[in-house]
């Protein structure tokens, strides 16, 4: 089969470190080394369009996002049309359904080329409008319905749309969208293996060989529902004085869970690290005991599987994509959603047995390789073509 020219669309990139962003620069390393050739069109500001701009990455700047100031919403991407077709693209392939993703609509259209389109994130769960939308219930309720509305017309006009988990397949086709294939977003599994060591990550953060350390990793923002770790951290740092939690991340509720930690009296044994570097990610969860992700806004949720893929047992939220990927007693455990007790009791148990784990945590990954998933993937892009 012939070698492609893939356009990558998105409005989340460097040096944003987040799923989405992970997942594209994951597929076009994976892609590159097949032959094929991946250019990506995001949104950024002035800052970083000169750093991060390359002949192979398109930038285009625009307003910061003001509920979430690391993302940037382009204004005028909708020439890149022309850059496509000097470009000889073959697909587009758009990593959202907003603003850049709309250019990516258009663009194909106009080219008359495949568009294939990832949904990453849950635009119209619960917390997201809590916290993002409007406070005035009639605005509030209206904005969910256009929201709701856009991401089906969205979505429709797509050749093939990938879920990243067979729960948000089904979501997909309650809303009345179409044409949906799961596909896993993947990982580098020559990044992220048991050979990493996490002891230099342990003493920089000065963590004692006795300790016990709780890791929580992404965007501090208030639909991750991290007040749920917290509340659990409590119950178990009175129990354990051995036990340290490390918070790694930045967002918008940064200062919010912080002023939480010391509302809650944990503070003194949390550590929020801020922003954390691609290359101390594996080192990061080699350091780790286990990993607790309490989020319910998850359509897949890397972090899992990159913690799982150092051997580390991870505790998480049984709903959607968390569910399908925590299997009790095997690579880690479930907790009821929202319930802290729960929370504490599961992380306990992992912690008093977290060799029980290893072997199906890193088996559970593997099935996530970059190898496997690119597969998968091009079957898709070769069939829509």
Do not use: W
Not at 99 to 105: D, N, S, T
Not at 236 to 260: C, I, W
Not at 347 to 359: A, C, F, P, R
Request: proline fraction near 4%; include cysteine; glycine fraction near 6%.
């Amino acid at each position: 089969m012939k070698n492609l020219n893939i356009a990558f669309y998105t409005d989340a990139y460097l040096p944003g470190v987040d799923g989405v962003v992970t997942s594209i620069l994951t597929f076009k390393d994976e892609l590159e080394k097949r032959g094929h050739k991946v250019y990506i069109f995001a949104s950024t500001d002035s800052k970083n369009k000169k750093k991060y701009g390359r002949k192979d990455v398109f930038l285009y700047t625009g307003l910061k996002f003001q509920p979430y100031p690391q993302y940037n919403v382009a204004l005028f991407p909708y020439n890149s049309v022309i850059k496509l077709n000097e470009l000889n693209i073959d697909l587009i392939h758009a990593q959202t359904p907003m603003v850049m993703g709309f250019a990516g609509l258009m663009a194909s259209k106009l080219l008359n080329k495949p568009l294939i389109s990832s949904f990453h994130t849950l635009i119209t769960n619960k917390p997201i409008v809590d916290a993002y939308y409007p406070k005035n219930k009639h605005l509030k309720r209206f904005a969910t319905s256009s929201v709701l509305r856009y991401t089906k017309f969205f979505y429709n006009r797509c050749d093939r749309v990938i879920a990243p988990s067979e729960s948000i397949n089904k979501m997909l086709r309650r809303y009345g969208i179409s044409r949906v294939e799961t596909i896993p977003n993947a990982i580098d599994l020559s990044r992220f293996n048991t050979h990493v060591s996490g002891s230099r990550m342990r003493k920089s953060l000065g963590i004692k060989p006795r300790q016990k350390m709780v890791l929580y990793l992404g965007r501090l923002s208030r639909e991750k529902k991290i007040e749920v770790l917290f509340k659990a951290a409590r119950i178990l740092m009175a129990k354990d004085r051995n036990l340290v939690l490390v918070v790694g991340g930045t967002g918008p509720a940064e200062n919010h869970y912080k002023s939480l930690a010391r509302k809650f009296g944990i503070m003194e044994r949390t550590m929020f690290m801020g922003f954390v570097g691609r290359k101390e990610l594996p080192r990061l969860y080699a350091a780790a005991d286990v990993f607790c992700l309490p989020s319910t806004f998850e359509t897949q949720g890397v972090v899992l599987l990159e913690a799982m893929a150092t051997g580390k047992p991870v505790v998480g939220a049984d709903y959607l994509a968390i569910s399908e990927m925590v299997v009790n007693g095997k690579n880690g455990e479930k907790f009821k959603p929202g319930d802290y007790t729960d929370c504490a009791k599961k992380i306990e148990k992992v912690l008093n047995n977290t060799g029980h784990y290893k072997h199906e945590a890193v088996r559970t990954a593997s099935e996530f390789s970059k190898e496997k998933v690119t597969d998968r993937l091009l079957d898709v892009y070769y069939s829509v073509l």
